[in-house]
């Protein structure tokens, strides 16, 4: 839990609300104490009363005041309190713990069962050709013509290639996998099942041929299981080439855009199924995107519902004279009418209040410039040849972090509040920061570089990494390739990505040769004389 | 005021005298030139067709002989004493203009005004 930044506050217990999703601020733990702030009075006995409420209103700010005057009235006529309770889920937060459970059996199931699969087709793989050359010394040894130079230098090349292909084959297959996807890798489910034919069809002549008949010539044998094992070898060059070559090369440009706030990127990316490339999309995702701040959206929100709540339709005619479609168009489109024939000054306020915003958001940005370099002149790194310092006054970086921070936490605290990623910021997650940077001698600019602009959501906690699942909504089949004009949409618990592709266009380049010594110039010239 | 290459080169043109002024040990006709086959045609400000590399008068002198004799800004010089500048280079242009040994200069020179006024004068009657 993330500790609340109000350094000049002090409370005893403290309680949320239970059941209840503040919409927007659904991670915000902090601000939700300070929520709870400022209607303590009347909920339980044992929080204590705040001493300093912060200066700056928060945003949804009105909605909060409304509940507080119908706090005040709740709490003087009951007398019921509530207990304080330490832990209490909202509603997103129960749907997202059972799909956590229902989900997770399924595809650890499902991941069991691939890795047994692909361990027993390698296992088969592997001991084929050895299996091949020890059979006929254990089945008829006395028949078998001796083993001549030529077939033992087969031997040595028989060990060789299968070490190839088992290193190969660690490389390729057995690294630790990236994601669970909706649908089976269809080229892999190719290639194991081409393996599994090829060493059944190798087995079968085998054992029709050479057990059966019993064969002396031990050489033919040595060189059936060689050219098994080359051919192995040319599988899995398939393989990598399937897998792993054919989709380097660029053919589509997806563009990704995030719906709640239209961020968008563009990637280029080779020849894949929809899933895989879905999967692309995530991992730049998480690179390149800004992180998603919910606190920002409300302002645009709220103007939406001002719009709808200006108008109401009454219906004089009565009940039950046309039909309830027919009435619902003509509301619609009269409630249309209305709105764009109404003086709407809503813009004249936007302006205005993106203005004052600016303003304000760069005033506090120069104070906290200012804090912070200050700060930083307090410490300084100690030299190898200083004399040696009391131990009391010799830190370590965290406690040099601690020492400075609270010069610069009020600048800090109150920037954040204004561009509204205070609840993307703990103050445990800050000092660590500062730790770091002090460590690695970074400058104060460095320093403020991760508050000053929203980074990508690598840069924030674990917990911020929200919806580590995704949903793959697509009209074409996941495991289809991907197609100019394919849309599909990322889904993850609080916003979407919708992602359309475009193919690349065939390039015709020609050449044009240019001889150096074509280059020549004269001076423009433009004399007056004058006579 | 273009020409055609080849075909010979027909304007109207305004016959003009200056006398030089003795300044000092120099004789000044008072004003500038421009222009010329070795410079760039495409900034003479003067010019209508800007591949024409012509003399062209840029600056005149106020009160000057040049004004008196009626040489306007932006003429083109066709013949400085008999002697073509159509096709001549700057720098034999300016010789041609100023030889010590004469003392007048009879200028012929063209200029727009000159071909609209023949042309409203004749009507509708086409110029060869």
């Given at each position: 839990a993330s500790v609340a930044m109000d350094t000049e506050s002090t409370y005893s217990g403290y309680s949320h609300y239970s059941g209840r999703s503040r919409g927007s601020h659904r991670h915000g733990e902090r601000s939700r104490d300070r929520h709870k702030s400022r209607s303590k009075d009347s909920r339980s006995e044992k929080s204590v009363t705040i001493n300093t409420l912060p200066a700056e209103p928060l945003l949804g700010d009105s909605s909060l005041r409304g509940e507080k005057v119908q706090d005040d009235n709740w709490g003087e006529t009951t007398t019921a309190i509530t207990g304080t309770s330490e832990h209490s889920l909202s509603q997103e937060d129960i749907v997202r713990i059972t799909k956590d459970l229902e989900d997770s059996v399924g595809l650890d199931c499902r991941h069991y069962v691939t890795r047994s699969i692909a361990v027993i087709l390698g296992l088969l793989v592997f001991f084929t050709p050895l299996a091949f050359l020890v059979l006929p010394h254990i089945l008829w040894p006395e028949k078998l013509q001796s083993c001549g130079t030529a077939c033992e230098g087969l031997f040595i090349s028989v060990a060789f290639k299968l070490l190839i292909l088992l290193l190969a084959v660690w490389a390729l297959f057995?690294?630790?996998?990236r994601a669970g996807l909706p649908r089976v890798f269809v080229f892999r489910i190719l290639l194991a099942v081409l393996v599994l034919l090829f060493v059944i069809s190798y087995w079968l002549f085998y054992s029709v041929?050479?057990?059966?008949?019993?064969?002396?010539n031990y050489q033919g044998i040595v060189q059936y299981a060689v050219s098994l094992v080359d051919a192995l070898l040319f599988i899995h060059y398939l393989a990598v080439v399937l897998?792993?070559?054919?989709?380097?090369?660029?053919c589509y440009s997806v563009c990704v855009t995030r719906a709640?706030?239209?961020e968008t990127r563009h990637y280029n990316l080779g020849q894949l199924s929809i899933q895989r490339a879905a999967l692309a999309v995530i991992e730049h995702y998480y690179c390149d995107f800004p992180i998603h701040n919910p606190a920002l959206l409300s302002a645009s929100k709220s103007r939406a519902a001002k719009h709808l709540a200006g108008l109401k339709v009454y219906n004089v005619d009565g009940p039950g004279n046309n039909a309830s479609a027919g009435i619902a168009q003509s509301q619609s489109r009269a409630m249309i009418a209305a709105a764009a024939r109404r003086r709407d000054t809503s813009h004249n306020e936007l302006y205005y209040e993106e203005a004052e915003h600016e303003r304000r958001v760069r005033k506090r940005r120069a104070r906290l410039v200012v804090a912070v370099e200050e700060a930083f002149t307090h410490i300084k790194r100690m030299q190898e040849e200083e004399p040696k310092k009391a131990p009391g006054d010799v830190m370590d970086p965290r406690e040099a972090a601690q020492a400075i921070f609270p010069s610069m936490a009020r600048a800090l605290q109150k920037y954040l509040r204004t561009t509204k990623q205070q609840h993307c910021h703990s103050m445990e997650s800050i000092q660590q920061h500062l730790a770091f940077c002090i460590t690695n001698n970074l400058t104060p600019k460095a320093f403020l570089e991760s508050y000053l602009t929203p980074g990508p959501t690598l840069q924030y906690g674990k917990d911020h990494w929200l919806g580590r699942r995704w949903t793959l909504i697509s009209e074409a089949s996941v495991t289809s390739g991907l197609k100019d004009g394919s849309i599909f949409l990322l889904k993850c618990v609080d916003f979407s990505l919708v992602v359309t592709s475009r193919k690349i266009p065939y390039v015709q380049m020609s050449e044009e040769y240019i001889d150096?010594?074509?280059?020549k110039f004269v001076l423009r010239l433009q004399s007056e004389t004058s006579v | 005021m273009s020409f055609v290459p080849g075909q010979p080169v027909t304007a109207v043109v305004q016959r003009i005298e200056i006398q030089k002024l003795c300044q000092g040990e120099n004789l000044i006709l008072g004003f500038s030139i421009g222009g010329g086959i070795d410079q760039d045609p495409g900034q003479n400000p003067f010019s209508e067709d800007k591949s024409d590399k012509g003399i062209y008068v840029t600056r005149i002198t106020p009160g000057g002989p040049a004004e008196v004799a009626g040489l306007r800004i932006g003429d083109k010089i066709m013949q400085v004493n008999g002697w073509d500048m159509t096709m001549v280079t700057h720098d034999q242009a300016r010789k041609k203009l100023t030889?010590?040994?004469?003392?007048v200069v009879r200028l012929l020179i063209t200029r727009k005004s000159l071909e609209e006024a023949v042309k409203h004068s004749k009507g509708s009657h086409p110029r060869q």
């Open positions: 057995f690294r630790p996998a041929r050479i057990l059966d008949s019993q064969d002396e897998l792993e070559l054919r989709q380097l090369q660029p709640t706030d239209g150096p010594k074509s280059h | 030889k010590k040994r004469e003392d």
